[in-house]
């Protein structure tokens, strides 16, 4: 009974090695071929200062001239409650690993426009369609390589029927501004001004600046 037991355990602990060495390597050439293929094949649409396309492209990862510029979006999505979708980064992801981050955000590829680009990432990170054909984005944030639109879109999301992104993405869940900003001062989401926080919940309905109109 015991030299049975005996070889039972080294079973396991040899089954046990395996797996692991399996995974491990298995994780390493989906790595390989996200930061290798997926990255460095991405091009980009180059913009000057103004906005208006160079007609020049660069692959992600080039470093572009002082003067050149491209396009990111981010798009969050909330609930009747008031709550937004969040997702969680992958923990072998490149910038922010393991963080939480808003619904989904991403760069604009050669020949999106902005509207397009956040169709796509939306429905790459987490198999959510939505037409933003016909819709601005409520505020367009200037940063150092580039532009950064922001599109807040009322819409109602089943958990259960995401279809999460295996190289990007590894959760997602719906939150509070509170939660946010919490999660924010214990370091466990990505660190964004907690104005920007407060203003993504509160323009998240309208456009402008304004919180009424003049005209009673």
Known sequence: HFSFSKRKAKSIFYFQIIYKTLFCSILAIQIQNFTQGGLSMEHWDLYDQHRNKTGNMITRGSEMAPNEFHLVVHVCIFNKQGEMLIQQRQPFKYGWSNYWDVTCGGSAISGDTSQQAASRELFEELGITYDFENIRPQLTINFERGFDDWYLVDYEVNLDELVLQPEEVQGAKWVSREEILQMIREDTFI?????????????????????????K
């Open 191 to 215: 660190p964004y001004y907690e104005h920007l926080i407060h203003m993504l919940f509160d323009m998240r309905q309208n456009y402008g600046t304004i919180t009424r109109s003049s005209f």
